[in-house]
C-alpha cells in the first residue's frame, strides 16, 4: 500500500462508519480480512492532493458530506438500458446488492452473490490473494459483502452477453456502497460483459471489480457510466489479472458522476496476452473525472494498448494518468497509450500524467498526449454544406469520440455505444 | 448538352455580382479590388499564377472565418452574402469544391451527404428527405462518378486518395444540387481518367439555371468543361477577361506577363 503522511481526515471517519455491520454474520476469513482492510484504511487515511497520484482528484467535498444506509430495497427497479436490445442475460444490483431473479443461466456460467458464495475455498483462495493498493479498494474490502461473482468454467464459450444493471439511487442523504464484482473466467472460456451503472440523486459508490483470466482465454468488458451530472461520487478500481494468451477487450464511457476516479491495474503476469483498455468520457458543468491506468507487463511478448479520449465542457476538469511497466523479463512488450482531449471551454481544465517504465530492452512502447479544441478546418468544412455550427460542433464532437468506440471488438456492442448520444447520455 | 445550355441565355440575370472586393488575411490584402460579374447559366474560369490570390477568392466567396473584407461587396442571387456564415451561403445555393478537402475520421460519407441534404431542406423550410427517396439518389450519383459503397462507409476522404478525394467532392456537388459552384482546383491530383469521370459529373449539372467559377492553375480542366468565360487574376484583381481561347493563350504564354505586375510574396 502506499503509505504517505497519515490524514485520518473526517472523510475516512465517515465513509468507514457501518463497516462493522454484519461482520459477526460472515465467515472468520471474511471478518479478519474486513478488520484488516479497516485498519489500513485507518493508518493511511483518504487520499488527498498530496499524494503523488492524488495530485489532481481532490476529496475534500466527501468531509461534509452525510451518509446513511444504503437502502436495501428488494423491488427491481425499471431500467432502461440500449443495452436490452442485445438480448442479453440481465442481473441487477440495487445499491450494491443483488435484486431479482436470478435469471436461468447457460451451462458453465455461474453467478451468485458473494455473501453466497464466500464460504467456497476457491472464493476466499481468490480474494485473500488479491493485494490491496490503494486506500479506496481498502475502503471497499472492510464491507466486503454486497456484490456478485461471475464464473465461466474452463472450455466454456457463453454466446449471450451478460448484462450487469447497477444503479445507485438514494434521495435523502448520502448514501455509501461498496460493492465488489469478481469475475473468474478458467482456462479457454469466454464471455461479454456489459455494465450499466446509473447514479441518481446523491451518493457515494465505491466499487472494487476484480477480474481473472486464464490461459486463452477471452473477455469483453463494456462499461456504460450513465450518472447524474450533478450529484454523486463515483469510485471504480478494477484489478485485472491475465495469464498466457488471455485476451481483454476494455471500454468505459464515463458520463460522469460529480466526481468519478476510474483506477485500474493491469498485470499481465503470462506471455501473449492482448490487453485493451479504451474509454472516452463527456464531462459538463463542474463534473471532475479522472482515469488512472497502471499497465505491469511481467512477461514476454504481450501486447497492451490504451486510448482514451475526452471531451470536456463548461467548468469541468479531467485527469489522465497512465503508467506502462515493463519488467526485466517482458521481451518482445508492445505498449501502447493515447489520450486525447478536446476543451469546449476556456474554463475547462485537463492534467496529464503519461509515464513509461522500461526495464527490458526489446520492447515496443510509445504515449501521447494532446488536447485542444475542434478543428476549423472540419467545421468550415460542414457548415459551408448547409451544416448549421452547432450541429456541426456535434457531429464533430461525436466524431471524436467514435474513433475509440469503433475499436470494440463485439459489433453489436460496438453499433449500441455508437449510438448514445454523447452529450445526454442514455438520458 | 452544351449546345443546348449557354447559348439559350435569355437573360443577363447576374447571379454572381462581386464588386470591388477587398480581403485580408492576417492583416495582409490579397484581393485588391476585384470584381466579376457571372450570368446565370454560364461557366466563368479564374486562371492565374500561384499566389495571385484564387483560394482566398474561392474562401470569401464561401464565407470562411480568418478572412477578412475590408471594403466591396459579394451578393448571390440577390442577396447580400458578404457578411453571411458559411452555412447561410450554402442554404441560399452556393457551393465550394475544395481544393485540398479535410479528412473527419469519425463522420461517415454517407451520413455526412444525408445530414448536408437535410440541413440544407430544412434552412429552406422544406421538408427531409426519407431514406429511401436519399438512398435513391446516392445510387444514382454514386454510379456516374465511380464512388464506391465502401467509399460512401468510411470516414469522411479518410484514406482516400488524391482522386478519391476530389470525386467525393463532386459527388456533393451533384447531390446537394446548388445553383452557383466554385471549382478550387478540381483538377489538381487527378489523372486523366478521373478528370475524365470529374468532368462528366460536372457537366451533367450545367443548366440554365445554374454557373459555376471553375478555379485552375492549368487550361487542360478548361478542355473537359468548356468555360463561356477566362479571367485571368493576378496580384488580387482580375488583370484581362476573354472567350475559352484566353484559356489556351495563357497555356502558350505563362503569367508572366501578368507575374509582373504581382507584388510583393506569394499568398495562396
Known sequence: ?427 | MRAQLGRKKESNYKMIKIKDLHASIDGKEVLKGLSLEIPKGEVHAIMGPNGSGKSTLSYVLSGKEGYEITSGSISFDGHDVTNMMPEERAALGMFLAFQYPVEIPGVTTINFLRTAINSLRKARGEEEMDAISFLKLQKARTAELGVTMDMLKRGLNVGFSGGEKKRNEVLQLVMLEPRFAVLDETDSGLDIDALKVVSKGINSLRSAERSFLVITHYQRLLDYIKPDVVHVLADGVIQKTGGAELALELEKHGYAEFEKNQSNGAVA
Not at chain 1, 432502461?80 to 446488492?97: C, E, M, T, Y
Not at chain 1, 450499466?196 to 462499461?223: D, P, R, W
Not at chain 1, 526489446?362 to 454544406?385: A, I, M, P, Q, W
Open chain 1, 1 to 427: 500500500m502506499m503509505v504517505a503522511e497519515a490524514q485520518i481526515n473526517n472523510n475516512t471517519i465517515n465513509l468507514l462508519e457501518g463497516w462493522e455491520e454484519g461482520l459477526d454474520k460472515a465467515p472468520e476469513w471474511v471478518q479478519s480480512f474486513r478488520k484488516k482492510a479497516a485498519d489500513d484504511v485507518m493508518k493511511t487515511g483518504l487520499p488527498t492532493p498530496a499524494w503523488e497520484d492524488w495530485k489532481y482528484t481532490n476529496l475534500r467535498n466527501l468531509e461534509s458530506v452525510t451518509l446513511c444506509e444504503a437502502s436495501s430495497l428488494h423491488v427491481v427497479p425499471n431500467i432502461s438500458s440500449p443495452f436490452i436490445d442485445l438480448k442479453p442475460i440481465i442481473v441487477q444490483l440495487f445499491n450494491g446488492s443483488f435484486v431479482g431473479e436470478m435469471p436461468d443461466l447457460p451451462d458453465g456460467l455461474m453467478i451468485a452473490p458473494i455473501n453466497e458464495v464466500w464460504t467456497n475455498d476457491w472464493f476466499k483462495g481468490f480474494v485473500s490473494s488479491l493485494s490491496i493498493d490503494t486506500p479506496m479498494e481498502a475502503l471497499n474490502s472492510a464491507f466486503l459483502n454486497d456484490g456478485i461473482v461471475i464464473k465461466v468454467s474452463e472450455n466454456t464459450k457463453i454466446a449471450e452477453p451478460l448484462l450487469l444493471l447497477s444503479t445507485y439511487e438514494n434521495s435523502k442523504d448520502m448514501l455509501s456502497v461498496m460493492p465488489r464484482i469478481v469475475i473468474i473466467l478458467e482456462n479457454n472460456a469466454e464471455l461479454n460483459i456489459v455494465e450499466h451503472q446509473s447514479g441518481i440523486g446523491s451518493y457515494v459508490c465505491n466499487q472494487a471489480t476484480s477480474i481473472n483470466l486464464g490461459e486463452k482465454s477471452k473477455l469483453g468488458h463494456y462499461i456504460l457510466q450513465d450518472n447524474d451530472r450533478t450529484q454523486g461520487y463515483l469510485f471504480n478500481t478494477t484489478k485485472l489479472n491475465c495469464y498466457d494468451d488471455a485476451v481483454y477487450d476494455g471500454f468505459s464511457l464515463n458520463h460522469g458522476a460529480k466526481l468519478s476516479r476510474h483506477e485500474i491495474f493491469a498485470d499481465l503476469l503470462g506471455e501473449r496476452i492482448e490487453c485493451i483498455i479504451n474509454g472516452a468520457y463527456n464531462l459538463i458543468s463542474t463534473q471532475h473525472h479522472d482515469t488512472t491506468i497502471k499497465t505491469g507487463h511481467f512477461s514476454p511478448n504481450s501486447i497492451s494498448k490504451q486510448i482514451y479520449k475526452g471531451v470536456i465542457n463548461h467548468e469541468a476538469s479531467a485527469v489522465f494518468q497512465g503508467r506502462i511497466c515493463v519488467h526485466n523479463d517482458a521481451q518482445g512488450t508492445d505498449g501502447h497509450q493515447l489520450n486525447r482531449t478536446l476543451l469546449l471551454s476556456e474554463k475547462a481544465e485537463f492534467n496529464a500524467k503519461p509515464e513509461l517504465k522500461i526495464y527490458a530492452d526489446d520492447v515496443k512502447c510509445s504515449h501521447g498526449v494532446t488536447s485542444g479544441d475542434l478543428n476549423d478546418e472540419e467545421l468550415f468544412y460542414l457548415r459551408s454544406r448547409g451544416i448549421p455550427e452547432i450541429e456541426a460542433k456535434q457531429i464533430l464532437t461525436k466524431a471524436f469520440v467514435a474513433e475509440v468506440i469503433e475499436g470494440i471488438k463485439d459489433s453489436v456492442v460496438r453499433d449500441i455505444f455508437l449510438s448514445i448520444s454523447i452529450e445526454e447520455g442514455t438520458k
